[in-house]
Every structure is written in structure tokens, then in C-alpha cells.
């Protein structure tokens, strides 16, 4: 079956903190990964793919096939960084996605 | 920037009424998708399109729903006799070299 699990609903940092946002998926056979973000009012866009390998406003991910994991990380947070993020895997010509979690940065 | 645009933002409608809610993908982009978000819950897959026919569906894409692409630029997704389940944000997304771009969304509200 074809899976993302966020399996924190909300998380608070505080600003400079490290952050690391959970993602495992479930898939048979290679996946793409994405990690998407929406902030307040606005429409979801594409934050990072793993394919890539690039870091994006400070955030990485890296892909663990041993671990089926694909979390979210940045070294010291800021503000602006408070959004709903999205786990997602491209399965076959769709986006499933996780069910997101809600990061906090506390002042 | 391109984006793609979803009309209206917010949608009313009685139950059992028809909705058409339409999106205005990115001109260059060659496939089309319909998601939807129920309050609290996660954006979920409807349908993908791509060539002028549906390319996958979901099991939650069922027979009150429709998609087309009614000219070069519009994509449009039909619900037939809306319930009070319907009631989402839906979002149209169209992509390019496999990476999706959404647009803001329809809120749907069936009363």
C-alpha cells in the first residue's frame, strides 16, 4: 500500500532551535519524495523533492530506504518558517500525501 | 510567476445541486490533477488527466463526478448532485516535469 505518515500534528520549536519535521512512507518500488508548504492564506507549493538534493530556506531531507524515511530538518528556526508542511510521495501520475503537521515557532 | 488559478474561492450550494468549480492551468503544462481537503483531514487524490482523458482516478472519484478540459485553457471538475460530504477545498494542480503547482483552492460548502 502506498503511505506517507506525519505522525506529529503539531510541533513548536522555539526561534533558533533545530527542527525536524517526521516523514515515513510506504511504497513498493522506488518513490519520489516531496515536502510541500502552505503558509497562512496561502496556496500549497513545492518546498523540496528529494531528487534534487538541494536545501531550500535553510531545510533539507534526506531520503533513508532503509528506514523509509524522508524527514525534514533545518538547524535554527525562524519565524517565518511557521506553515503547514507536507510529507508527499508520487506514486505512479498522483501526489499522496501525509496529513501534515503544523510547525509552531514560538518567539 | 505562472500560477494556477482556481474560481470562485468559495462556493455555496444546496445539497443536490450541480457545482462546476474551474481552474486555469499553467499554459505550458500537459497534466492536470483535482485534489481535495476535507477540514482537518488530509488533501486527498481525485483524479489526474492528461491528453484530453482521465489517466487515474481515485476510489473517492465516483459517478457524481466529472472532469473536462472545455477548451485550451479551462479545466473544470463537475460534481452532479453534491451531498454535505462534498464540502472540501479543492484544488486544482497541473505539472511539468513531474512536480506539481496548485493552485489556491475552491472551499465548497453544501448545505
Known amino acids: 500500500a502506498q503511505r506517507v505518515t506525519q505522525p506529529e500534528k503539531l510541533l513548536s520549536v522555539f526561534k533558533g532551535a533545530p527542527v525536524e519535521l517526521k516523514c515515513n512512507y510506504s511504497?513498493?518500488?522506488?518513490?519520489?519524495l516531496f515536502w510541500y508548504v502552505q503558509y497562512s492564506r496561502q496556496r500549497l507549493q513545492l518546498l523540496l523533492r528529494h531528487i534534487s538534493r538541494e536545501s531550500i530556506k535553510g531545510f533539507t531531507a534526506d531520503l533513508n530506504k532503509g528506514e523509509t524515511s524522508f524527514h525534514l530538518k533545518k538547524p535554527f528556526a525562524q519565524e517565518e518558517d511557521s506553515a503547514m508542511y507536507y510529507c508527499?510521495?508520487?506514486?505512479?501520475?498522483?501526489?499522496?500525501f501525509g496529513k501534515g503537521t503544523r510547525l509552531h515557532i514560538l518567539p | 510567476e505562472p500560477e494556477v488559478t482556481q474560481t470562485p474561492s468559495h462556493q455555496v450550494t444546496q445539497m443536490g445541486q450541480e457545482v462546476i468549480l474551474r481552474c486555469v492551468p499553467i499554459s505550458n503544462h500537459l497534466y492536470f490533477y483535482w485534489y481535495r481537503q476535507i477540514l482537518g483531514q488530509k488533501v486527498e487524490f481525485l483524479v489526474s488527466?492528461?491528453?484530453?482523458?482521465?489517466?487515474?482516478k481515485s476510489e473517492i472519484f465516483d459517478d457524481q463526478f466529472s472532469v473536462e478540459r472545455p477548451d485550451g485553457s479551462n479545466f473544470t471538475l463537475k460534481i452532479r448532485s453534491t451531498k454535505l460530504e462534498d464540502s472540501a477545498m479543492y484544488f486544482c494542480?497541473?505539472?511539468?516535469?513531474?512536480?506539481?503547482?496548485f493552485g489556491a483552492g475552491t472551499r465548497l460548502s453544501v448545505l
Open positions: 508527499a510521495l508520487r506514486g505512479d501520475d498522483k501526489i499522496i
Open positions: 488527466f492528461y491528453n484530453n482523458e482521465i489517466s487515474e
Open positions: 511504497y513498493s518500488g522506488s518513490p519520489e
Open positions: 494542480a497541473s505539472s511539468v516535469k513531474n512536480i506539481q503547482y
